[in-house]
T-cell receptor, first 115, second 110 residues
Framework: EPEVTQTPSHQVTQMGQEVILRCVPISNHLYFYWYRQILGQKVEFLVS????????KSEIFDDQFSVERPDGSNFTLKIRSTKLEDSAMYFCASSGRASSMETQYFGPGTRLLVL | RKEVEQDPGPFNVPEGATVAFNCTYSNSASQSFFWYRQDCRKEPKLLMS???SGNEDGRFTAQLNRASQYISLLIRDSKLSDSATYLC???????????FGAGTQVVVTP
């Protein structure tokens, strides 16, 4: 069964450093998402991406965040200058169509710890 | 008011018993509803979509009440492997933006 993959599984970084989280969506999917989950809290939407453009972003997704699809398979989330409060699990997801009923498939996540 | 609200539990359920729990959502314009399952420190996995007429998938039954803006999930004949956090998920203002509840923890005991 096709699945979304993410690397690294864990990332520890110093406050102020840049991090890039990588995702490989399911191969025939066209819509990509990033979500985050702070420990003990709910999953929160960050951004959706289609056709090399951001479709929608939340208020969490400020100027410190950016997304990119650098090639035909990878989808990345960059945090330019990490803060302590960026510590969370970051999930990438993908879906095949632009439909509210379309299932989003989640990757296993990257656990980011900012010290 | 939170966009998606769930009873956090835990619901402690003897193996073989039935458990049911609800979720309420605030956006009356929401079109799509899902139950996801999340195991400890893992990614959310789709359990089932929720349709207007209600739907069943094996031991799991989901109901939607648009008038009262709540969704329910019922698990029959609980298995130990059903122990998890069940996330109520609603599409938000747009098709791609999923809004998650904080989850209901279910613990199935032998």
């Amino acid at each position: 069964e096709p699945e979304v993959t993410q690397t690294p599984s864990h990332q520890v970084t110093q406050m102020g450093q840049e991090v890039i989280l990588r995702c490989v969506p399911i191969s025939n999917h066209l819509y990509f998402y990033w979500y985050r989950q702070i420990l003990g809290q709910k999953v929160e939407f960050l951004v959706s991406f289609y056709n090399n453009e951001i479709s929608e972003k939340s208020e969490i997704f400020d100027d410190q965040f950016s997304v990119e699809r650098p090639d035909g398979s990878n989808f990345t989330l960059k945090i330019r200058s990490t803060k302590l409060e960026d510590s969370a699990m970051y999930f990438c997801a993908s879906s095949g169509r632009a439909s509210s009923m379309e299932t989003q498939y989640f990757g296993p996540g990257t656990r980011l710890l900012v010290l | 008011r939170k966009e998606v609200e769930q009873d956090p539990g835990p619901f402690n359920v003897p193996e073989g018993a039935t458990v049911a729990f609800n979720c309420t959502y605030s956006n009356s314009a929401s079109q799509s509803f899902f139950w996801y399952r999340q195991d400890c420190r893992k990614e959310p996995k789709l359990l089932m979509s929720v349709y207007s007429s209600g739907n069943e998938d094996g031991r799991f039954t989901a109901q939607l009440n648009r008038a009262s803006q709540y969704i329910s999930l019922l698990i029959r004949d609980s298995k130990l492997s059903d122990s998890a956090t069940y996330l109520c998920v609603v599409n938000g203002d747009s098709w791609g933006k999923l809004q998650f509840g904080a989850g209901t923890q279910v613990v199935v005991t032998p």
